[in-house]
């Protein structure tokens, strides 16, 4: 039978108390416009930006709770966006200064 | 309209199925648009670049956006409990604040072509607009979705047992939250810094 209603889902107060933690990560975000992190700047933006994709991903569209089969579907787009990513800049890197872009 | 679920040969919800399909394809969508933005960062021809965004603006939008993402929740919970009033308020409210995140929108974007950045002023500019339009265009769609969400159940053809509805457009709604939580990084904060 489906599993759609089966799996058990978090309280309200776990799903406020996750708002609140995210609400935090966001204003930790913004400080760092207005603060200098030297070389932590964009490895702490970027460690920052994953702790809210996993809670939101996880705890508000479930899928810490669902079959792992919906968890294969995002981590195959994740991964492809990654790939299509990586590949372009890499050609973009075989690119002779002063030709390009601009 | 039954909301019973019919078995399926995976034993999952068939609708479910294909929403998390989707989803997983507007990864790659927005991935595309990502990459564009990036690799165009510094073509800015001459004309305004990063330098125009208005960080603690686009944080109270960032903000309001993910309170949205728990309204959203709190509503599709509130329908796993059969209690549609607070379903209806939660969805309600969900809309509203989408509207206050693109009225936000509206303004950035007005505010930046006044400053002469428009959409073909460099390939920075396109990127940009292409991008933060993009997401601005689902999250019209979602709240024209909430809204009918909304008026279905109202009328009474979204019932309380047919929650799999509310947690689908709860779906789509966090999608639209985590790609801008990506967009406020990547876009954003770390060319601004």
Partial sequence: MASNASHDHPTPRLYWQIAG????????????????????????LITLMLIKFVMIVGFFMHLKFDTTLYRKFIWTGIILALACYMIAYAALAEIPAGVGLA | ??????ET?????????????????????FGAFITTYLIYLNTTNGGPGVELFDIPFTSVSSFVLVMSSLTMVLGHHAHEQGDMRRMRMWILATALLGMVFIGGQAYEFTTFVKEGLTLTTSPFSSAFFVLTGFHG??????????LGLYSLSLTGKVKKDQHVKTEMVGLYWHFVDVIWVII????????SG
């Fill in chain 1, 21 to 44: 933690a995210l609400a935090v990560l966001t204003a930790l975000e913004t400080s760092t416009y207005f603060i200098e992190f030297g070389p932590l700047f964009a490895p702490l």
């Fill in chain 2, 1 to 6: 309209m039954s909301a019973a679920v019919e």
């Fill in chain 2, 9 to 29: 040969t995976l034993g999952l919800d068939h609708r479910k199925l294909a929403m998390w399909v989707f989803l997983g394809s507007e990864f790659m969508f």
């Fill in chain 2, 137 to 146: 265009a689902h999250v019209t769609v979602g709240i024209i979705i909430l």
């Fill in chain 2, 184 to 191: 406020f990084v990547v876009v954003y904060l770390i060319p």
